[in-house]
């Protein structure tokens, strides 16, 4: 199992979602911008990414396009995460979208969900 | 595609402190983090404690975790002697945790960890992180606190913890690191000449408005009590409320003439007049004409114990007990030597808004004057309660002593008096052919037609009377007065 990419420029949430995830289990890695997301993905495909919207250099909706476009990552789940909720994402081709603020259990469902339980340890 | 759906909202944590959920507009904001800062001593424990029983006893999980090294065994003893403290909320609710040494040996990092797994574990969904200082001074730089806070508050929110830090500040005051929370409540005890004064001040306050200002509080057996500031309390959105006696009657039948019936209701009015003039008697004739037309009255008294003053009110043949025993007159006494000002404000609001008390006399407004630790206030704590009495349709008597008992000046006690009150009744005592006279004026009744003559106040066995306008006399108001030829009029109607 890939590990879950953390695609987010707010360092701190990028850290939280990290540790808590880590600490459930899950293998992880993290990115605090859309070209470090593609050059992590490069990398590993990752088995989920949980993507922020808005970022600079690259941001969630380009890295999403860059990935539809990719045939190894086309078919990896992507969960956008926003404090923003927007009538316009609705065209937008990922798995789910998770509205900041967002809560644990929430982030638990939603991981459990597209990536599945952690690794038995 | 799906949407988990936003956690937004505004959902709170009530802290149970009276007078704090008030100023925080319902308690603090859940998941947010909150910093409580003051100095040793200035209550923050308690505070944070307070918070955390009556979360408990509401069915909340508290994780209480001290980073200094004082021993929990201390802590909670010194807790026990306090009404809210509940030790059979231990450990199932409320958990104390120490992570001194987990600071000491592991910095920041091990600290941050410790307390997500601890969250978790303990399922909490209240924080308290009592003694930040200790963190400040193992971080190695501003910028690694500054991480660690900013980390510690998106966790919680991430598990919906709402959190508590508590600082000293390090007796550097206000860093930026301090100010990077959901909101800053700060503490302190500052000191009048011999008098000390707890206050808090919420100085900033995420997501939410509050009541602005320095809120004095006190540190009783059942905690901390909040008084919030009169000033910040009263709802100016409501229109003056309509009474349905054109008049409020003081019961005396003179005075009522000179006042075409009474004064308005809703109105308030200041009692003027040197010690021994008759400013309480007349006070509580007007109160017991309120209670024996069923309005709810209340003596807010400073000066005289409701035992003595039930005899001085017997010595001139008022029978005030059975209006008492119905519960048409209210009595409360507090002696004019350590009062807090809003405390005075709050039982006053509690008279007002809980027990619907219609006719207040507050006796009197130098006792006011002694509770402020800043003079100033007075009088926009005046405007207030007059505001709120309007609003309430409650109609409010002020005495106040004036300076000098004899002289041809009058002194008003406080600046702005006279523009707060709306009627202003003046009594005297004058020199009169080596006789001492009481009378009484009308120096203003506002939008109202009234008398305006100097008419003697008797206090006899049998009441208080307001008799003829003195005549043959000038320069009453001096005090000094002087007969004009004929003998003046004396006595009775």
Redesign the interface.
């Known amino acids: 199992m890939g590990p879950i990419l953390i695609v987010d420029d707010e360092f701190?949430?990028v850290?939280?979602?990290r540790?808590?995830l880590s600490?459930e289990g899950y293998r992880t890695v993290i990115a605090l911008n859309g070209r470090q997301a593609m050059e992590r993905m490069a990398e590993e495909p990752p088995a989920l990414v949980l993507l922020d919207y808005m970022m600079p250099v690259m941001n969630g909706p380009a890295v999403l396009e860059a990935m539809r476009a990719d045939a190894a990552l086309r078919d990896v789940p992507v969960v956008m995460m926003s404090a923003s909720?927007s009538a316009q994402w609705?065209h937008?081709?990922?798995?789910?979208?998770?509205?900041?603020?967002?809560?644990?259990e929430?982030?638990l469902?939603?991981v459990l969900r597209f990536a599945g339980p952690p690794p038995a340890r | 595609?799906?949407?988990?759906?936003?956690?937004?909202g505004d959902e709170r944590l009530a802290t149970g402190v009276p007078g704090l959920d008030t100023v925080l507009r319902g308690g603090f904001r859940k998941?947010r983090t909150y910093m409580l800062m003051g100095l040793p001593g200035a209550g923050k424990t308690i505070l944070a404690n307070q918070v955390c029983y009556h979360h408990a006893a509401r069915g909340g999980r508290i994780l209480y975790l001290t980073l200094l090294a004082e021993s929990h065994t201390e802590l909670v003893g010194n807790l026990s002697s306090l009404s809210f403290f509940d030790g059979a909320r231990l450990p199932e609710s409320i958990s104390y945790v120490s992570a001194f040494s987990v600071l000491e040996q592991g910095g920041l990092d091990a600290l941050?960890?410790l307390i997500?797994?601890e969250i978790?574990a303990q399922k909490a969904t209240l924080l308290v992180l009592d003694g930040l200082v200790a963190a400040e001074e193992v971080a190695p730089s501003t910028q690694a606190l500054k991480?660690f806070i900013?980390?510690l508050?998106?966790?919680t929110?991430?598990?919906?913890c709402t959190t508590l830090v508590l600082t000293t500040g390090g007796g550097k005051g206000l860093q930026a690191e301090h100010t990077m929370v959901d909101g800053l409540l700060i503490l302190k005890q500052r000191t009048f000449g011999v008098r000390s004064l707890r206050e808090l001040f919420v100085r900033k306050f995420r997501g939410s408005d509050y009541l602005l200002g320095r809120h004095s509080f006190e540190i009783t057996k059942d905690g901390i009590v909040l008084y919030p500031r009169l000033e910040t309390l009263v709802d100016l959105g409501l229109s003056p409320a309509q009474s349905a006696s054109p008049r409020h009657a003081f019961g005396i039948a003179g005075l009522d003439r000179m006042l075409h019936g009474g004064v308005i209701p809703g109105s308030s009015t200041l009692v003027l007049g040197p010690s021994g003039a008759g400013k309480t008697l007349l006070g509580l004739c007007f109160l017991a004409e309120g209670a024996r037309q069923g309005e709810k009255s209340h003596h807010f008294a400073f000066y005289d114990s409701p035992e003595r003053m039930l005899a001085q009110t017997a010595g001139v043949g008022m029978a005030l007990e059975p209006l008492i025993a119905r519960g048409d007159l209210e009595v409360s006494f507090r002696p004019p030597m350590e009062n807090l000002l809003d405390k005075l404000g709050a039982q006053l609001l509690v008279a007002i808004r809980e027990r619907g008390v219609r006719r207040l006399f507050v006796d009197g407004l130098d006792a006011l004057q002694k509770a402020a630790f800043r003079p100033t206030r007075v009088a926009r704590f005046l405007a207030a309660l007059v505001n709120e009495c309007r609003i309430r349709g409650v109609t409010l008597l002020v005495s106040a002593e004036t300076m000098t008992a004899f002289g041809p000046q009058l002194a008003l006690p406080m600046q702005g008096t006279s523009m707060l009150a709306e009627n202003l009744l003046y009594l005297r005592t004058a020199e009169l052919n080596a006789e001492l006279r009481r009378f009484i004026c009308i120096l203003k009744l506002r939008n109202s037609q009234y008398d305006h003559a100097l008419r003697e106040l008797l206090i006899t066995e049998k009441g208080l009377e307001v008799g003829q306008p003195l005549s043959g006399a000038e320069q009453l108001m001096t005090g000094l007065a002087r007969a004009t030829g004929a003998a003046p009029e004396h006595r009775g109607k």
């Open positions: 701190g949430i850290e939280a979602v540790d808590l600490d909720a609705k937008l081709t990922c798995s789910a979208f998770l509205p900041k603020p967002f809560g644990l929430q982030l469902s939603t | 595609m799906t949407d988990s759906g936003s956690r937004g998941g941050a960890e997500r797994k978790k991480r900013h980390g508050q998106v966790v929110n991430l598990v919906g």
